[in-house]
Structures are given as structure tokens and as C-alpha cells.
T-cell receptor, first 110, second 115 residues
Framework: GNSVTQMEGPVTLSEEAFLTINCTYT??????LFWYVQYPGEGLQLLLK?????DKGSNKGFEATYRKETTSFHLEKGSVQVSDSAVYFC?????????FGAGTRLTVKP | GAVVSQHPSRVICKSGTSVKIECRSL??????MFWYRQFPKQSLMLMAT?????????EQGVEKDKFLINHASLTLSTLTVTSAHPEDSSFYIC???????????FGPGTRLLVL
């Protein structure tokens, strides 16, 4: 079946630090992969996506590359800001089935 | 702007009553919608897949008689929490896929509090 395994948090970083949140998946075929972000008190928002192998999704300084050989979609940002504090969810969509990782809470301190 | 809406955004009800939550895709048709539940500081849990014109598909452990789902049209799915109890208090979120199912749009969520 389809599943997503995401690095557990919480993660606490200082401003301008480098961020990596690991995400690996299990799926048959060719799923689409996503990162969603949930800011405090708000609903989920799509952060970035990739729909095929070797695609790189990017948005707001965040990037993630769809690696089929390692079944991974790690989220990275070179320099985090306080405003990036949120919960990040890795997700996949495959054959009308959507699965989420457990979420990683990121706190960025000034 | 929002492409998936939910109503109501917040509801407080007495134990034993039923609560209906609507999920609408605003400018696209969705033959499939998903219903999730989110507990505080935890991940989303997929409850069921709502299918227009057919029965919903429920995840293991989700009581279909308690969480009634009706996909009445290509833009509307409803989740009814029947005979709600305090343990049903949670944040319920729907989503709908768009553009050949490459992207999911999420509703803003409905916070249910059962007293």
C-alpha cells in the first residue's frame, strides 16, 4: 500500500540555519509528492509538489526533489526565518489515495 | 482565493446531537473528496474517501454509521457526525483533487466541540 514516513519533530533552529526535513515513501507506480505547511491557527496550504521522478518542487525558498531511486522527497531550505515556524507535512497521492506523514513541527528562534 | 470551502468553520453541540459539515469545491468539479480528522499537534488522519454517485470508502477503524458521508454533487460532499460525543471533538478537514489529481486543495477545516 501507500505510506509516508516523515522525520519526527519537533525541530528547533536559529534564524538563518539550514533546514532539512526527511520524507520517504512507499507506493506502487508513480505517485505525486507534496509538502504542505500548516501555520499556527490556520488550515493546510500546499507548499510545493513534484509529479514525476527528478522533478524539483520549490516555493518560498523551500525545495524538494522527487528521488525515485531512494523513494525520498526531503524538504530543504538554506536559511530559515522566524516566519517559517509551522508544522510541515509530507504527502503522496497515488491511485485516488492520499497519505500524509506524521508532520514535523518547526520552530525558528530569532 | 479559496478553492475549497467548508461550513461551518466552528460548531459547538451537545452530546447526542448530529452535526453536518459541508465541503464545497468552488470553481472546479471534484468526483472525489477526502475527509480527514486532526487531533491537536498530530497528523491528519484520513477518515474516508467521498465518491460522487457512489458510496464512500472508509478507512479501517472509522465507523461508517457514525460518520455519514454523502457526495451529493460534483462540488459538494457532506460529513455528518451522528450522535456526537465529546471524544468526537476534533478538527475536521476536507480536500479535493484538481487537475488530473496532481494537486489537492484543502478546506479551512471545521472545529467541532461536543459538550
Amino acid at each position: 500500500g501507500n505510506s509516508v514516513t516523515q522525520m519526527e519533530g519537533p525541530v528547533t533552529l536559529s534564524e538563518e540555519a539550514f533546514l532539512t526535513i526527511n520524507c520517504t515513501y512507499t507506493a506502487t507506480g508513480y505517485p505525486s509528492l507534496f509538502w504542505y505547511v500548516q501555520y499556527p491557527g490556520e488550515g493546510l496550504q500546499l507548499l510545493l509538489k513534484a509529479t514525476k521522478a527528478d522533478d524539483k518542487g520549490s516555493n518560498k525558498g523551500f525545495e524538494a526533489t522527487y528521488r525515485k531511486e531512494t523513494t525520498s522527497f526531503h524538504l530543504e531550505k538554506g536559511s530559515v526565518q522566524v516566519s517559517d515556524s509551522a508544522v510541515y507535512f509530507c504527502a503522496l497521492y497515488n491511485n485516488n489515495d492520499m497519505r500524509f506523514g506524521a508532520g514535523t513541527r518547526l520552530t525558528v528562534k530569532p | 482565493g479559496a478553492v475549497v470551502s467548508q461550513h461551518p468553520s466552528r460548531v459547538i453541540c451537545k452530546s447526542g446531537t448530529s452535526v453536518k459539515i459541508e465541503c464545497r469545491s468552488l470553481d472546479f468539479q471534484a468526483t472525489t473528496m477526502f475527509w480527514y480528522r486532526q487531533f491537536p499537534k498530530q497528523s491528519l488522519m484520513l477518515m474516508a474517501t467521498s465518491n460522487e454517485g457512489s458510496k464512500a470508502t472508509y478507512e479501517q477503524g472509522v465507523e461508517k454509521d457514525k460518520f455519514l458521508i454523502n457526495h451529493a454533487s460534483l462540488t459538494l460532499s457532506t460529513l455528518t457526525v451522528t450522535s456526537a460525543h465529546p471524544e468526537d471533538s476534533s478538527f475536521y478537514i476536507c480536500s479535493a483533487p484538481r487537475r488530473a489529481q496532481e494537486t489537492q486543495y484543502f478546506g479551512p477545516g471545521t472545529r467541532l466541540l461536543v459538550l
